[in-house]
């Protein structure tokens, strides 16, 4: 199978459907998951093509772990998690469910649960609000 054109992650980075981003550049995106496994998970693609890390070009892979390092610091820096995980699957037996690249940003704190993988969707205020935490830490850099 396959790189499908349009799966949701390319579908976003065309502008065909919303998502609520916290980081655009030339290369990449970075948006919140609409199913997060904590508060604060967020999502980084690199814009071009490519099902998971072993087809995508090493240059726009790169530029996706750039974005994903700076992303992630402003997460920390907005939620002050007790720590942070950065997962990418590879292939639906590794848990990939959207096939185009990404990595997931998720805050890992004390209290509170640890909601179970693109299970249930969030409530859209809560997600804009925690966007502009991301978004404020990003641009105080
Ligand atoms: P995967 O399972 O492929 O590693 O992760 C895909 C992620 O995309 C899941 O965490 C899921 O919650 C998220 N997701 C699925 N559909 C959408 C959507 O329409 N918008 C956003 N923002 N995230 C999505």
Redesign the pocket.
């Known amino acids: 199978m396959g790189y499908d054109a349009n799966n949701?992650f390319a579908r976003m980075v065309r502008g065909e459907i919303p998502?609520?981003r916290v980081h655009e550049d030339a290369d990449t995106l970075a948006?919140?998951?609409?199913?997060p496994q904590a508060d604060g998970h967020t999502?980084v693609i690199p814009k071009v093509a490519g099902e998971n890390l072993f087809d995508t070009a090493p240059d726009s892979a790169a530029a996706a772990i750039r974005t994903t390092q700076r992303v992630a610091r402003a997460v920390r820096s907005a939620f002050s998690p007790a720590g942070l995980i950065i997962t990418q699957?590879n292939g639906a037996a590794a848990?990939?469910?959207?096939f185009h690249l990404?990595f997931?940003i998720v805050p890992v704190y004390t209290s509170g649960a640890w909601r179970p993988?693109?299970r249930e969707k969030a409530d859209p205020a809560a997600l804009e609000a925690q966007a502009a935490r991301i978004r404020a830490a990003l641009a105080a850099g």
């Open positions: 949701i998502c609520i948006f919140m998951d609409i199913m999502l699957f848990g990939q469910t959207v990404h997931h993988h693109a």
